[in-house]
């Protein structure tokens, strides 16, 4: 993905407060590249992660049914998610010793715009990041199961047509260049031919 095209975010807040939620609403880049969804309870929270993925949730500590610092813990560790948790002053240290270690930025409230823009652009920035990284991970995993197949296919060739390595691999790219198709389709078609 060339460097100034970006992915779509998609935040979910988590808050009982509507104040908070449109402190937050403000401090969002305002590129259209992001898709906010809002949840009152940790428990709907949680429920919205079954059906998206969300690059990064912004919790309103306390919440109604839990402290928000479970939640944050939870998405972090079980979906990679990147999260932000505001709390009162009177609970930021312990609140920040439980979470620190996982990645997960804590903030005081009341809201300051700078701290939560910054907040957001940093977390975002780093979800940005992870995607890359498995985007690369995908390519590899891809070319390392092309690498696989062709092999295979080769084996089979030397084994059956009693052909050398070389000669193998030069019919396996002969035969993609011949029918516009990838070394790994013609690898598929000899393993199934010979399977």
């Known amino acids: 993905m ?3 095209e970006q992915r779509r975010s998609n935040i979910l807040v988590v808050s009982g407060s509507e104040q908070f939620d449109v402190s937050v609403h403000k401090a969002l880049p305002e590129k259209g590249l992001v898709f906010v969804d809002k949840r009152k309870t940790a428990t709907l929270a949680r429920r919205a992660f079954l059906d998206k993925r969300y690059d990064l949730v ?5 919440l109604s049914d839990e402290m928000g610092y479970d ?13 932000i948790i505001a709390t009162p002053p009177e609970i930021y240290d312990a609140v920040w010793d439980y979470v620190a270690d996982y990645g997960i930025m804590v903030i005081l409230k009341p809201l300051e715009f700078n701290n939560i823009t910054k907040g957001i652009r940093f977390q975002l ?12 991970m995908a390519k590899l995993e891809d070319k390392m199961e092309e690498i696989k197949l062709v092999s295979q296919a080769k084996i089979l060739l030397m084994e059956q047509k009693h052909v050398s390595e070389k000669e193998a691999h030069r019919l396996i790219g002969k035969e993609a260049m011949d029918h516009g198709v990838s070394r790994r389709m013609v690898a598929r078609s000899i393993i199934d031919s010979f399977g």
């Not at 912004?58 to 306390?62: D, F, H, T």
């Not at 920035?125 to 690369?136: G, L, N, T, V, W």
């Open 2 to 4: 060339p460097k100034n």
């Open 58 to 62: 912004v919790i309103n500590a306390p």
């Open 71 to 83: 939640l944050a813990l939870d998405l972090a560790e079980d979906y990679g998610t990147s999260v």
């Open 125 to 136: 920035a780093i979800q940005e990041r992870m995607h890359s990284y498995e985007d690369k």
